[in-house]
């Protein structure tokens, strides 16, 4: 099994930028990738970004590419989400995910919400 910790979210004033962390612990060695979701009220869970364990590919939502950065420390077994220009629209609630050749695991999310 692989265990997920979110931290850094936060209340944000539109513009402004917040660090998500996604701590993994357990079976590492079967992540394949990890990514982070976000779901807004009303509205259904949503890709935002993902990264490959080993090679470090990165993929992103077009919704959010060019003010998000997802990275990877393989040290700490952590993914970050870099997210700057938050707009109102970035409030939800962020899962970060990790897909394993076990199972796919989520962590518990952190709330995000950007207003003035």
């Known amino acids: 099994q692989v265990q997920l910790v979110e931290s850094g979210g936060g209340l944000v004033q539109p513009g402004g930028s917040l660090r998500l962390s996604c701590a993994a612990s357990?079976?590492?060695?079967?992540?394949?990738?990890m990514g982070w979701y976000r779901q807004a009220p009303g509205k259904e869970r949503e890709f935002v970004a993902a990264?490959?364990?080993?090679?470090?590919?990165?993929y992103y939502a077009s919704s959010v590419k060019g003010r998000f950065t997802i990275s990877r420390d393989n040290a700490k077994n952590t993914v970050y989400l870099q997210m700057n220009s938050l707009k109102p629209e970035d409030t939800a609630v962020y899962y970060c995910?990790?897909?394993?050749?076990?199972?796919?695991?989520w962590g518990q999310g952190t709330q995000v919400t950007v207003s003035s």
């Open positions: 990264i490959s364990w080993s090679g470090g590919n990165t």
């Open positions: 357990g079976s590492i060695f079967s992540i394949n990738t």
């Open positions: 995910n990790a897909d394993s050749y076990l199972d796919n695991y």
